[in-house]
Structures are given as structure tokens and as C-alpha cells.
């Protein structure tokens, strides 16, 4: 793997480079400048010696295995919980000093960053690094203490200011640099604080926070029956329009509520909605050097680690066509394969798919650039020979109407000339079939689809990726109303609760409907939602241990919210359990790994990235890959690294 030749080879040079300093003198003990390259970003300026680790000088920092894992933590975790974890090592390989004394870091950053980052320490066996015991080397906070990481946030907070005159709803059509982003997006928060939070839902492989703005009557919490929606822009980093119309909507929702808009006042009172501008900040750097209208078409595409955002999901489509094949075996909320793994799998993938395992999400859209459609699953072709094959899920309908929702009041989209920019999908009415474009495999929208209850569309907003700055209030124009649009269609169908005979919520029942084989299970709180066509359809809820419930439901073609459609479960009796026949998972290769259902279709709790699931097991029992490379850290292998 060239990644971890690469690290290797880092690995190798730093050790090299320890012994050759290993033998420096060591200076008094001073305040003195700081002059770590690792540390080069801390909050701080000044350090002092001796060091708690007792290194009394900057080449003893240098020469020691902990600062050694410290250069190289970036690529160990591929890109998780970076920087962070390096700047709080630093905190203690290199203390902040001010009137001649050291101050000690505050202890619960170290107890929030060690929950958050264990299980990447854990995916390659790694133990918890000694210098980062958060009662030894860190203080309390009745103490006097400091936040090591204040600098990684403090910078992303300071208010910018709007130009003397300008009312606070002014939107800004002007590309956004990331902490232009980050500072809008908080702005937009505080300005509509009864309505609207940001949070993080991870870092990029640079350390850049995948920050997300929520819109919603209670923000910060799931409500009963109200539906979760997402918008994902900038998966690609040289296609950057998805990122502005985001940061806009945002704006745009916030003002028009403070404003007394009625529609958007019931759309955020009545949804929760999510939106992502960035996806890929790193690759958009990339392209944001090169400026817009430039002519290279992959420059910033991919992640820092070079890979395709959009083709680094887990490949679930190829499962489902083989479980397809077979009566009565369930194709939906299909498992993590344990191999996905072992491949490189980017800390931005694994955010997205953190988030949608801590969230219930029903309906989702991918903005995209480099045409002008809309496409939806499948992705990848049934026949993997077929670069282009007609390629539908069970739900063909409903992703037809729900791309439709956003092409059909779309200006360009709908206009008849058949030499503009996406012309050639005119006669499709500007919506197509993924796989019947272009096939490709490890795509995020099939991966929605396949193994969580979400419904995702891809929307390609125009030719250019990354348009001039003066197209942008153009380009707004002609997406508000179709992502408004878009988002109020996340009430179609039918939603309820699954109870049993006593009120208790039934967490993980399905739902299904006849017809369609796609189920979606419940939440935690037994509510549902089920995105369904007009007309008549018989709905079926089920779960282990109870008898399933049928009921027929009619959906009127002008029903725009979605019915109500509650189940009462009855215990089964004493006798042998029985069980729907779509429960079970058979053929070759079953299991149940975390994410999906056991062999008997009971769902389990998901695990992302589970224990030791990242790399290959060792066949000889033997020591992690890494530990060659730092036991030659002669006279002292970090044997603390080991875990036993």
C-alpha cells in the first residue's frame, strides 16, 4: 500500500534522525521559544524545560518516541482526529510557558478528545498514548489550566462584520473561503439561535471541522415524527456551487423566518434540516488556488489523501444484486462488508457515515457540477460489464418524483433548447437514471439507499464546477425554489409510530410495503417514515417476538403531508416464534457484522470502523504492523504503545 510505504519510510528517517541528536547537550532550564516543527501551529509561543516527560532540552523532545508518534499520528489515523491530538500532545511534550513558569492543559479537552478518538487508536491496535492520561498530565479545571486547542477554534469564531449600512438578511454572492464559511454559518446560527445550531460532524484529513447548520423548531434534538432532511454539498472539492447555494439557503431560511415567511416558518417548524456545504475543504483549497472558471476539470477533486469522496463508499449495490436474485432474502439496510476496511476509507467517509447511522435521515440530495441533471440510484449497473444499463431500484417511482420535485421548477432544467448546457438530457425532463448516464461503484447516494432508511438524489448544477463569482446570484436563483421544493417533499407518503399493546416505542421495527421490496425500519423513538407514491398501497409493520399488523393505505394524488399511519404490535404467544419470511439472510457469505441484520433479520446496533476492523488480521498473532518501525527506536522501544 503506498500510503503505508510512505509512512514507513517517514518512520524510518525520524528514527534516524532521533539517534543522531540523542547525544545534544542539554540548556538550563528557561522560558524559552518554541521551536518544534510538529508544534509549529500551538496556541502559544513560548515553552520551558524540563518538560513533565523530564526531557530538558529541544533536542531530547526531538529524540523521544513520544514526539516521534506525534509527527507521524496524522497518517497512523489517516487523518482522524487531526490536528487535534497533535496539539495536545505538543501541550505536554512541549508545556506552554508564561512568567517563567508552565501552565498545565485543562483536563476534560483531554477526556472529550480521548472519548471522540479511542476507536482510531483501537481500529489498529494501538494503545492509548501514556502522555495523554488525562488525570496525570492535565489539570482540572478549578485549577489554573488552559484549552490547548483554542487557537483551532478561536480563529473560526471572530465576527465579520457586514459593510456599515447593510441589514443583517444581506446575502453575500461571492464564494466563500472555509473560515469566511465557518464565520457565516455560525453568524447565521447566533442570528436565528431559537431556530438553528451548527455542530461538527467530524474533520477532513487536513483537520479541517465538516461543520454542519441544522434548521429546526427544537434544533439539536429529534421531535416525534418530524423527518430529518439533509443537503450535502462540495463531496467534490473543485465543484464549489453546491457549497455557496448551501451557505446561501442557509442565509435565506434564516432571514425569511425572523421575516414571518410562512413557508419557511412551517418548513422549519415541521422538518428537521441539515446542511453541509463542504463535504471535501481540502480539495477545495486545491481548486480555490487555481480561482473559478479555470480550465483543469479534476484539480481539487479529490480528498488530501487523493481519493474520490464519491467513490470510496462501501460497494452495497453488488450485494444487492445478488440478494436480489433470491425470493423471500432481504435486500434492504444491507451490512458493511468487514474487507471495506481494509482499504483506505477517508475520515470525511467515515463522518458521513457516522452521521447517518446517529441520525434518522428520510430524504437527502448531493449537489454536484459539470452538468445539468438530475440523477438518482442506482449508480452502478446491474450488469458491471454495462457502463450504461437502465439500473432501478425498487423505489423507482418515488426517486422519479422526487427528482422531478427538483427539475420541473428549475428555469435551465426545463428550458427547451437542446444546445444549453444539459440539453442532452432534455427529452429525459432533465432527470435520469444514474446508471443509465454512467456506471460507477462506491457511490454515497446508492450507499443512502442500501443500507440506512434515506432516500438520496445527485443534482448536477450546471457546466462549469467552479463558476465566476458574478454567476452566482444567477445560479442562486435558479436552485431556491427547487431546493425548497426538494425538502418539502420529505412529507410525502406516510409516517407514524410502532408501539406494542403497552404505549412502549418498538425500536427496529419494519415497515413494508407490498410491491416494493425496500423496507425501512423505525426509530428509537418507534417513529417511521415512509416516502410513498399516490394511491393505494398495504403497509405492513413487523418486529421479533411480535405479530405483524396490515393495513391498507390510500394516498390522494394532491396530498402534500404525509398521512398518519401509527401500529399496535401484540406479543406472539408461547409457541415457536415465527417470523417474516423477508427476515432471513441466506447464500453464501452470511454474517452479520455491525450496521446491518442478524442471520435471523433482527436488526443490530451499527459500529463504524469496528475493532480491528481496518486492517487485515495478522495470521501469526504477531505484533501490529508499526511496531517494527518504532522498536528501532533504539535504546528505548515504546513498548507503551502496545496494548498487551
Known amino acids: 500500500m503506498p500510503a503505508r510505504a510512505l509512512l514507513l519510510l517517514l518512520l524510518a528517517a525520524l528514527a534516524a534522525a532521533a539517534r543522531g541528536c540523542a547525544l545534544a547537550r542539554d540548556p538550563a532550564a528557561s522560558c524559552v ?45 489517516e487523518g482522524q482526529c487531526n490536528p487535534d491530538l497533535r496539539l495536545l500532545g505538543c501541550a505536554v511534550l512541549a508545556p506552554r510557558c508564561e512568567g517563567g513558569r508552565a501552565l498545565r492543559p485543562c483536563r476534560h479537552v483531554c477526556e472529550s478528545l480521548r472519548e471522540a478518538c479511542q476507536p482510531a487508536f483501537d481500529a489498529i491496535d494501538m494503545a492509548w498514548p501514556y502522555f495523554l492520561d488525562c488525570h496525570r498530565y492535565f489539570a482540572h479545571e478549578e485549577e489554573v489550566c488552559y484549552d490547548p486547542l483554542e487557537k483551532l477554534r478561536g480563529g473560526l469564531e471572530a465576527e465579520e462584520a457586514l459593510p456599515s449600512g447593510l441589514p443583517p438578511t444581506f446575502i453575500r454572492f461571492t464564494h466563500h473561503s472555509y473560515t ?19 455542530y461538527s460532524i467530524g474533520r477532513s484529513f487536513d483537520g479541517k471541522e465538516l461543520l454542519v447548520i441544522e434548521f429546526s423548531g427544537r434544533p439539536g434534538q429529534h421531535e416525534l415524527m418530524e423527518p430529518e432532511v439533509k443537503l450535502i454539498g462540495n463531496i467534490h472539492g473543485n465543484e464549489v456551487a453546491g457549497r455557496e447555494m448551501l451557505i446561501y439557503l442557509a442565509q435565506y431560511l434564516c432571514s ?15 422538518t428537521r434540516i441539515h446542511l453541509l456545504p463542504s463535504m471535501n475543504p481540502d480539495g477545495y483549497e486545491v481548486a480555490a488556488a487555481e480561482g473559478a472558471s479555470y480550465n483543469g476539470w479534476t484539480s481539487g477533486r479529490q480528498n488530501a489523501q487523493n481519493l474520490d469522496l464519491n ?23 444491507i451490512p458493511i462488508p468487514q474487507h471495506y476496511w481494509w482499504g483506505k476509507v477517508a475520515p470525511e467517509t467515515k463522518a458521513i457515515m457516522k452521521w447517518m447511522r446517529t ?8 449537489l454536484h457540477g459539470g452538468d445539468l441533471v438530475v440523477s ?29 420535485a427538483y427539475a420541473d421548477v428549475h428555469p435551465m432544467m426545463m428550458d427547451k433548447s437542446e444546445h444549453r448546457c444539459g440539453g442532452n438530457f432534455l427529452k429525459r425532463g432533465s432527470i435520469i437514471n ?55 417533499m420529505v412529507h ?37 417514515w415512509r416516502l410513498l407514491p399516490a394511491g393505494s398501497h398495504i403497509v405492513i409493520a413487523q418486529a421479533p417476538g411480535y405479530s405483524k399488523v396490515i393495513k391498507k393505505v390510500t394516498i390522494p394524488a394532491r396530498m402534500k403531508r404525509a398521512g398518519r399511519v401509527d401500529f399496535i404490535l401484540q406479543p406472539l404467544g408461547m409457541g415457536p416464534k415465527k417470523f417474516f419470511p423477508g427476515l432471513r439472510r441466506t447464500g453464501p457469505g452470511t454474517h452479520a457484522p455491525p450496521g446491518g441484520a442478524s442471520p435471523r433479520g433482527a436488526p443490530t446496533e451499527p459500529d463504524l470502523d469496528p475493532l480491528g476492523a481496518r486492517r487485515p488480521p495478522s495470521a501469526s498473532g504477531s505484533k501490529p504492523w508499526w511496531w517494527s518501525y518504532f522498536s528501532s527506536l533504539s535504546p528505548h522501544r515504546p513498548r507503551w504503545l502496545l496494548r498487551y
Open 492 to 528: 410525502r407518503g406516510i409516517k407514524g409510530v410502532v408501539t406494542d399493546k403497552f404505549g412502549k416505542p418498538v425500536k427496529n421495527a419494519r415497515i413494508s410495503v407490498k410491491g416494493i421490496r425496500h423496507d425501512i425500519t423505525t426509530a428509537p423513538d418507534g417513529d417511521y
Open 376 to 404: 438518482y440510484p442506482f449508480d452502478f449497473s446491474k450488469h458491471p460489464q454495462e457502463e450504461k444499463m437502465f439500473s432501478p431500484t425498487p423505489d423507482e417511482k418515488m426517486f422519479k418524483l422526487l427528482s422531478r
Open 311 to 333: 467513490r470510496n463508499f462501501p460497494d452495497l449495490t453488488s450485494e444487492y444484486y445478488r440478494l436480489a436474485e433470491t425470493r423471500g432474502v432481504r435486500s434492504d439496510h
Open 434 to 488: 444514474g446508471a443509465d448516464w454512467y456506471s460507477f461503484t462506491g457511490g454515497m447516494s446508492d450507499f443512502n439507499y442500501l443500507h440506512t432508511n434515506c432516500f438520496e438524489i445527485t443534482v448536477e448544477l450546471g457546466c462549469v464546477k467552479f463558476p465566476a463569482e458574478e454567476a452566482l446570484y444567477t445560479i442562486w436563483q435558479h436552485n431556491k425554489e427547487p431546493l425548497l421544493n426538494f425538502m418539502e
Open 256 to 270: 425569511e423566518y425572523l421575516l414571518g415567511n410562512t413557508r419557511i416558518q412551517r418548513l422549519v417548524n415541521t
Open 33 to 77: 521559544g518554541l521551536q518544534l516543527r510538529t508544534c509549529s501551529d500551538a496556541a502559544y509561543n513560548h515553552t520551558t524545560f524540563p518538560t513533565p516527560l523530564e526531557h530538558r532540552s529541544r533536542e531530547a523532545v526531538e529524540a523521544s518516541s513520544e514526539y516521534i508518534l506525534l509527527s507521524v499520528l496524522h497518517h497512523l489515523l
Open 180 to 198: 469566511q464559511m465557518v464565520r457565516v454559518l455560525k453568524r447565521t446560527a447566533a442570528r436565528c439561535a431559537h431556530v438553528a445550531k451548527t
Open 359 to 366: 441520525i434518522p435521515f428520510v430524504l437527502s440530495a448531493s
